[in-house]
């Protein structure tokens, strides 16, 4: 079988022009870590959400795990989140002994239900963490009204969607904090790994930076560079040891280059998405995300529900377009209550049917920035023709 169109492994490529700037990088830097590059991406990251302080750390669930100690999470705390998302959502919460409580998605936009999310709010909930997938927003008013009614703390799941926004207000501005991937596959990367973590509190700002890079701080009232020594390691949170979660200098160059252009970026992934769902309008088995009006999608992932006639399934069309159109489609997410991880820690019974209803039937075409038109049109005549063929008039 001859693969004509895979499921991207990166969603952004650099251009000439960024790759010689980060080779010059390279040979001119004075430090490869924790420099002038590092602070220009953050300055310019949290200009672009509309925050007033971001930190590059390592990835993603690094900036969760930052978060979930900030929000001073404690065993048998309730977070809210939904199982239908991928798992590092998740994992630093479960990593402090915190009781998951999963809610459902809505059937048009696949993303948190904030009317289930309201039913299952406790006087045992401590933290939100809506989740922003495939670059969607979730309703980040009705978030910030419940999480404000009943004293909760807001972290948004930005991993998706940089430069996505709810209501004329980016992603990641609304929450208590804002945690974003650069990840390969995401629409801003910073050389495969990376992330950021954002927040408006400044009452967070000196404990972040005691944490995330192994308590390193200056020493008080210091004089001189060398005495006592170079720099002091500090718990910045009593009963947390520090980590490295540190993002390399290179990394975070590519990042800022990237940071500049993602309007664009988006833009262009917005109007390929909008050519493939008009161009597949008259198959009302499939049926894509749905954006509200008062949304703008960054479009990270391409992801739609089919539920065919004639007994016909998911895993029908994902066989056809593989087997006989080479091209390759994935199944996301799997329901993180059906992880034997999760289950093992006590995170089973999501009581979530529209999560088990998508998952059952959704599939994700391949997608990514400047996709060749080409392949756009290669992908949207195979489709038609699969799903004309499962139902039986090819």
Same mark, same amino acid.
């Given at each position: 079988?001859?693969?004509?169109?895979?499921?991207?492994?990166?969603?952004?490529?650099?251009?000439?022009?960024? $790759?010689?700037?980060?080779?010059?990088?390279?040979?001119? !830097?004075?430090?490869?870590?924790?420099?002038?590059?590092?602070?220009?991406?953050?300055?310019?990251?949290?200009?672009?959400?509309? +925050? @007033?302080?971001?930190?590059? +750390?390592? %990835?993603?669930?690094?900036?969760?795990?930052?978060?979930?100690?900030?929000?001073?999470?404690?065993?048998?705390?309730?977070?809210?989140?939904? #199982?239908?998302?991928?798992?590092?959502?998740?994992?630093?919460?479960?990593?402090?002994? #915190?009781?998951?409580?999963?809610?459902?998605?809505?059937?048009?936009?696949?993303?948190?239900?904030?009317?289930?999310?309201?039913?299952?709010?406790?006087?045992?909930?401590? $933290?939100?963490?809506?989740?922003?997938?495939?670059?969607?927003? +979730?309703?980040?008013?009705?978030?910030?009204?419940?999480?404000?009614?009943?004293?909760?703390? +807001?972290?948004?799941?930005? !991993?998706?969607?940089?430069?996505?926004?709810?209501?004329?207000?980016?992603?990641?501005?609304?929450?208590?904090?804002?945690?974003?991937?650069?990840?390969?596959?995401?629409?801003?990367?910073?050389?495969?790994?990376?992330?950021?973590?954002?927040?408006?509190?400044?009452?967070?700002?000196?404990?972040?930076?005691?944490?995330?890079?192994?308590? !390193?701080?200056?020493?008080?009232?210091?004089?001189?560079?060398?005495?006592?020594?170079?720099?002091?390691?500090?718990?910045?949170?009593?009963?947390?040891?520090?980590?490295?979660?540190?993002?390399?200098?290179?990394?975070?160059?590519?990042?800022?280059?990237?940071?500049? /252009?993602?309007?664009?970026?988006?833009?262009? /992934?917005?109007?390929?998405? !909008?050519?493939?769902?008009? #161009?597949?309008?008259?198959? %009302?088995?499939? %049926?894509?995300?749905? =954006?509200? @009006?008062?949304?703008?999608?960054?479009?990270?992932?391409?992801? #739609?529900?089919? @539920?065919? %006639?004639? *007994?016909?399934?998911?895993?029908?069309?994902?066989?056809?377009?593989?087997?006989?159109?080479?091209?390759?489609? =994935?199944?996301?997410?799997?329901?993180?209550?059906?992880?034997?991880?999760?289950?093992?820690? *006590?995170?089973?019974?999501?009581?979530?049917?529209?999560?088990?209803?998508?998952?059952?039937?959704?599939?994700?075409?391949?997608?990514?920035?400047?996709?060749?038109?080409?392949?756009?049109?290669?992908?949207?005549?195979?489709?038609?023709?699969?799903?004309?063929?499962?139902?039986?008039?090819?």
């Amino acid at each position: 079988m001859d693969l004509k169109l895979d499921f991207p492994g990166i969603q952004t490529r650099l251009t000439d022009s960024e $790759v010689d700037i980060i080779c010059e990088g390279i040979k001119s !830097a004075k430090s490869l870590s924790m420099g002038p590059n590092l602070k220009a991406f953050e300055d310019n990251f949290a200009s672009f959400v509309g +925050v @007033e302080n971001a930190f590059g +750390v390592s %990835s993603a669930t690094a900036a969760l795990e930052l978060a979930a100690i900030l929000c001073r999470v404690e065993e048998g705390d309730e977070v809210l989140l939904p #199982a239908h998302t991928f798992a590092a959502t998740a994992l630093p919460f479960i990593r402090r002994k #915190a009781k998951i409580v999963f809610v459902d998605i809505d059937p048009e936009t696949f993303v948190m239900d904030t009317n289930d999310l309201a039913k299952k709010v406790t006087n045992k909930s401590k $933290v939100i963490v809506p989740v922003h997938l495939y670059g969607l927003p +979730v309703k980040m008013d009705v978030v910030m009204d419940i999480a404000s009614k009943n004293g909760l703390l +807001v972290v948004e799941d930005c !991993a998706q969607a940089p430069g996505a926004e709810y209501c004329g207000k980016k992603v990641g501005s609304w929450g208590d904090f804002g945690c974003f991937s650069f990840h390969g596959q995401k629409n801003i990367t910073t050389l495969g790994e990376g992330g950021m973590l954002t927040t408006n509190s400044t009452k967070y700002v000196e404990e972040i930076l005691g944490l995330r890079k192994i308590g !390193a701080r200056p020493f008080l009232n210091q004089k001189k560079y060398w005495q006592p020594a170079m720099s002091n390691i500090i718990e910045a949170i009593p009963g947390e040891i520090p980590y490295n979660f540190a993002m390399g200098e290179i990394q975070a160059l590519a990042g800022d280059l990237i940071l500049k /252009r993602i309007g664009k970026i988006n833009e262009v /992934r917005r109007n390929q998405a !909008a050519q493939i769902i008009d #161009a597949l309008s008259d198959f %009302s088995e499939l %049926s894509f995300q749905k =954006v509200p @009006e008062n949304c703008l999608s960054a479009y990270h992932l391409f992801p #739609a529900r089919y @539920e065919g %006639s004639n *007994g016909k399934t998911r895993d029908d069309l994902i066989d056809l377009l593989f087997t006989k159109y080479g091209i390759k489609t =994935v199944v996301q997410y799997y329901p993180l209550y059906k992880y034997e991880l999760f289950i093992n820690n *006590g995170c089973s019974g999501g009581n979530c049917p529209e999560t088990d209803r998508f998952f059952d039937n959704m599939i994700s075409f391949p997608f990514a920035s400047d996709m060749d038109p080409k392949d756009i049109d290669y992908l949207i005549s195979s489709t038609k023709s699969a799903m004309k063929e499962l139902r039986g008039e090819a």
